[in-house]
């Protein structure tokens, strides 16, 4: 992706294109986000921020999951069980 963070988790749009997509990361300093991005295919660039939501910063994967929802209308469409997978890793690791 555009960014250099670990991608803990992509969803893409559900319409087939696979150009748009979210990430939720965790930056090195151990705080999470997400961005929107987007890619065109026939150019070859790769992807790109369009949701300028990269500087945000959450202390879990959860938080940047529940935010991302919040601002992305179609990611809970997509992956309803984003934020759920997230508290039960944060469970886990307790």
Partial sequence: MAHPHHVLASVNL???TNSICVDI???DDGSFGFD???REPEDGRGWFSIGYFGDRRFNSAAG???AAGADVH???DAAPD????FKS???ASD
């Avoid at 984003?82 to 997978?85: E, Y």
Wanted: net charge positive; proline share 5%; charged share 30%.
């Fill in 64 to 66: 940047a999951a529940v």
């Fill in 14 to 16: 559900p319409d087939g």
């Fill in 82 to 85: 984003l934020i759920q997978r």
């Fill in 25 to 27: 990361f965790r930056r």
């Fill in 89 to 91: 890793q944060r469970a």
């Fill in 36 to 38: 929107l991005f987007r």
């Fill in 74 to 76: 179609w990611l809970e």
